[in-house]
């Protein structure tokens, strides 16, 4: 999405028509009135499997982590044990805390895919609004000044408020 915007309560977002309107579909103008809507999926099938599969790489990773810091604090301990140094302590602490910050972050990631896999495993559940306008893509061809050209390529998207959090959101213009 490029930007918001809002007109009264109503929510709107604004990206490249050439994104959500294939090649194929040809570029007709299109204005929502009346009959089926132009709805727009967050993710298709593919892409939300990707993400997913992005998501639980993070998780294993993440233990990877663990198991490396469990390993590195073990050693550390049998070095404190032999020497009770200072600095051998002090990085101790420092690894101990990395790792329950590490496991504070596996459970975080492991409910985030959890209520991803609950909330938007469907494709209804990943309909965040629908196209209400999109001119055809277009490019200025002024002779006099071809240095100005520009692509004109906008899609107006109504957007589902109810699937935004209400701060995030941070480029709406009132």
């Keep these: 999405m490029g930007f918001y915007f809002r007109v009264d309560r109503v929510l709107y977002g604004v990206t490249a028509r050439h994104i959500l309107f294939p090649a194929n579909e040809g570029n007709d103008s299109y204005t929502y009135i009346a009959g089926p809507k132009k709805e727009v999926v967050l993710m298709g099938r593919r892409a939300f499997t990707d993400f997913l599969t992005s998501v639980q790489h993070r998780i294993e990773v993440l233990n990877q ?3 490396s810091l469990e390993s590195q604090a073990r050693t550390i ?3 404190l044990e032999s020497s009770g140094a200072e600095q ?6 420092k690894t101990e805390g990395l790792l329950r910050d590490t496991h504070v972050e596996i459970k975080e990631v492991q409910e985030f895919l959890k209520d991803i896999r609950n909330r938007w495993t469907k494709p209804n559940d990943r309909v965040i609004g629908r196209v209400v306008w999109a001119p055809s893509i277009s490019a200025s061809t002024s002779a006099s000044t071809p240095q100005d050209g520009y692509m004109q390529d906008v899609c107006v998207i109504k957007l589902d408020k109810n699937k935004f959090r209400r701060t995030s959101t941070g480029t709406c213009l009132t």
């Excluded at 051998?88 to 602490?93: D, I, N, P, R, Y």
């Design 65 to 67: 982590v663990v198991t």
């Design 77 to 79: 301990t049998e070095r």
């Design 88 to 93: 051998v302590s002090q990085e101790l602490a």
